[in-house]
């Protein structure tokens, strides 16, 4: 029996009723004005991730991550006790930014005692207090203990740093992960941390990405060149289907086969793939690093399963895969029509050179389907802002693109109104529908 099983026989979609089977507006996909709102009725108050804390190994370490679309810096660190801590990366002083290396606008990172401002060297412990001050008695009435660094809210779930930018989050960090958190704990992600990333800007709404990578029903479409014409013309004729959906809201997820690794028949796949035992599901030779999966991987328990996507509410999705790796996807918005795309993806580290090559094919292939996709919907982007037609249809295996469109437009009317988020397509309502 499956761990989270389909509510009954029938559509996905239709065992949601609360979500919808009609034509959807995507007016909130090229609204400047609703692109505001969501700002800050969602990414203002909603738990971000910002990293993991393998970028913070030892007391000291830190990182800086530039929120551009928020116009905030954010600076991580690791502090005596251990802690993992978050400050807005400004000195108390006279504003200027703290910590930067040679272009203030860079992200960047290292290790240190404490942070000494380049403008006139005042200076911060890992905890963020105030612990120098150049002339001292030059100052009035200098108060240091309410002179520490602004802290922003951070907490860590399976080794994944979050943070909130609200002044008094409404929920921890454990409540926002609700059943996504406990279903996905105890995947050895710490176990994966040979990191490979890239990223653009795309000319597209954020959440136009999103919605490329919850279905499947494009694949045998836009990636058909990237298989043999043999599996390609396999493919169109069957079509392709998810092996599971779940509605967790705000956050959900797709489970989908695992496709050729190893494929069954070497003609299934490029020359190039077989003779580096590797291609876009990973290296074909597993590392032996996972044991029972938790409850929210595989959900089906499908023989076939190849890698389950989960979308963290409202910017970030893990993509864990059968072999025995994943990546993440990160969508900062910019403006409207603008995202910046973020992808890192993590192997067991290789024992080898041949184990490197395989890693680093796999990112090379995962690049070329992702900046496809990326090609796609900026094509997508432009045609929607013609305004020519005003809703599109969706199919049931396009579930997630309905739901996550469906999720921010309830943040942002829960926010102006000032209730509490409805969700009535949740599996309890869906139960008591059925």
Same mark, same amino acid.
């Given at each position: ?38 700002? !800050?009725?969602? &990414? ?29 810096? +954010?600076?991580?660190?690791?502090? %005596? ?43 911060? @412990? ?5 612990? &120098? ?21 951070? !907490? ?11 002044? !008094? ?5 454990? /409540? &926002? ?23 653009? /800007? ?12 919850? !279905? ?24 392709? /289907? ?7 809201? =705000? ?15 070497? %003609? ?30 595989? =959900? ?10 989960? +979308? #963290? ?6 993509? +864990? ?29 290789? %024992? ?37 037609? @005003?809703?599109? #249809?969706?199919?049931?295996?396009? +579930? ?35």
């Amino acid at each position: 029996m499956a761990k989270f099983p389909k509510p009954s026989e029938g559509s996905w979609t239709e065992h949601y009723p609360g979500l919808g089977t009609g034509p959807v507006s995507y007016e909130d996909s090229y609204s400047a004005e609703f692109y505001a709102r969501e700002q !800050e009725a969602v &990414f203002l108050k909603t738990w971000l991730n910002i990293g993991r804390v393998e970028q913070a190994p030892r007391v000291g370490s830190y990182f800086t991550r530039e929120l551009t679309w928020a116009k905030k810096s +954010i600076l991580v660190v690791k502090d %005596k006790d251990g802690t993992i801590r978050a400050f807005h990366n400004v000195c108390r002083h006279r504003g200027n930014k703290l910590v930067w290396d040679d272009f203030p606008q860079e992200e960047t990172s290292g290790s240190c005692r404490q942070f000494t401002c380049k403008y006139h060297a005042w200076r911060y @412990d890992l905890d963020g207090s105030l612990d &120098f001050v150049q002339q001292e008695s030059e100052f009035f009435d200098l108060d240091k203990d309410n002179l520490g660094l602004v802290p922003v809210a951070c !907490e860590v779930w399976e080794g994944f740093i979050f943070i909130n930018l609200a002044k !008094e989050p409404e929920q921890t960090l454990t /409540e &926002f992960l609700g059943e996504m958190g406990t279903g996905l704990a105890g995947y050895p992600f710490g176990e994966m941390h040979q990191k490979y990333t890239f990223k653009s /800007e795309i000319n597209s709404n954020w959440k136009l990405f999103i919605d490329a990578f919850v !279905e499947f029903y494009h694949a045998p479409v836009l990636h058909q060149k990237q298989s043999t014409p043999e599996e390609a013309a396999k493919l169109l004729g069957h079509g392709f /289907e998810g092996l599971h959906y779940e509605l967790l809201s =705000p956050h959900s997820m797709v489970s989908s086969w695992g496709g050729m690794s190893p494929p069954k028949d070497p %003609k299934m796949v490029k020359p190039m793939e077989n003779a580096l035992r590797s291609g876009l599901f990973g290296p074909w030779d597993s590392p032996d690093v996972v044991g029972d999966l938790p409850p929210l991987v595989n =959900p089906a328990e499908h023989r076939a399963w190849g890698v389950d996507s989960f +979308i #963290v509410f409202p910017n970030f999705m893990i993509l +864990i895969w059968e072999r025995q790796w994943y990546l993440t996807y990160h969508y900062w918005p910019l403006a409207e029509n603008k995202h910046l795309f973020e992808v890192s993806l993590y192997f067991v580290p290789p %024992k080898n050179a041949a184990e490197r090559i395989q890693q680093e094919y796999a990112v090379a292939v995962t690049k070329e389907f992702a900046l496809q996709d990326a090609n796609t919907l900026e094509a997508t982007q432009t045609m929607l802002e013609t305004r020519v037609v @005003d809703t599109f #249809v969706l199919n049931d295996q396009e +579930i997630l693109c309905r739901h996550h469109h469906a999720v921010v437009k309830e943040e942002v009317r829960a926010h102006e109104a000032g209730t509490p988020v409805n969700f009535p397509w949740n599996r309890a309502s869906a139960a008591a529908n059925a």
